[in-house]
């Protein structure tokens, strides 16, 4: 449980010493949360700052340009999404169905002063807004994520709506997860190294144009 220190964390992935006192904070809080709900597994809370902080930090770099909504579906104890707004990223939108999940999610945002719009709602029930990017981590396999994305994407009330980017953490299953997505859906991906999970990728999704709106 103990915090790696500043200049551990900026040899993967640099931030400022502001940014990873907020970090700290959020360390610290999601211990004390975790003794009444289960916001992580109890075999990460050790490697809490790899398995966690480290893993949802490194998606930053494929984020830090984009100006408009950036979701996360399914954000939990707010794993990618609120990292990457305490990072700096702006227009945040954490979506997550458990009201005390969400709770938790608004004290660390209250915390460090970071501005997010929490949705306490499931993924099928949010309501339609543009999303220049869509993330998730450790929800669901690749096919069912789309679909989430396909869910949302035909509320848009525009049928020329752009698709977003998508931004996937997967672990060693991703290769089969990409082999069943690619049977039945047409796109246009890259896969990068994870800089926590040898047997794992990130997955961006560049387009997807079998989403008809």
């Known amino acids: 449980m103990n915090k790696i220190s500043y200049e551990s964390f900026c040899s993967n992935v640099h931030v400022s010493r502001e940014t990873y006192a907020k970090l700290c904070v959020f360390h610290e809080t999601l211990i004390k949360w975790q003794n009444s709900i289960n916001l992580i597994s109890k075999d990460s809370i050790k490697n809490i700052w790899e398995r966690h902080f480290l893993d949802s930090a490194q998606l930053y770099r494929f984020v830090k340009d984009v100006k408009g909504n950036v979701f996360d579906f399914g954000s939990g104890a707010g794993f990618p999404g609120l990292i990457l707004a305490i990072m700096g990223q702006k227009k945040v939108h954490l979506v997550e169905s458990d009201f005390k999940k969400c709770a938790f999610l608004t004290e660390i945002a209250m915390l460090t002063d970071v501005q997010v719009t929490i949705h306490n709602c499931r993924i099928e029930k949010l309501s339609y807004l543009?999303?220049?990017?869509?993330?998730?981590?450790?929800?669901?396999?690749?096919?069912?994520?789309?679909?989430?994305?396909?869910?949302?994407?035909?509320?848009?009330?525009?049928?020329?709506?752009?698709?977003?980017k998508l931004l996937?953490?997967?672990?060693?299953?991703?290769?089969?997860?990409?082999?069943?997505?690619?049977?039945?859906?047409?796109?246009?991906?890259?896969?990068?190294?994870?800089?926590?999970?040898?047997?794992?990728?990130?997955?961006?999704?560049?387009?997807?144009?079998?989403?008809?709106?």
Request: hydrophobic residues 35%.
């Open 130 to 164: 543009s999303a220049d990017l869509i993330t998730s981590r450790a929800l669901a396999p690749l096919n069912k994520l789309v679909d989430y994305v396909e869910i949302f994407i035909k509320k848009s009330p525009k049928k020329t709506e752009k698709t977003p």
């Open 168 to 213: 996937f953490l997967k672990g060693k299953s991703y290769k089969s997860e990409l082999l069943q997505l690619i049977k039945t859906k047409k796109i246009d991906f890259q896969e990068f190294p994870s800089l926590t999970d040898k047997d794992g990728k990130i997955i961006y999704i560049n387009n997807m144009d079998m989403l008809k709106v």
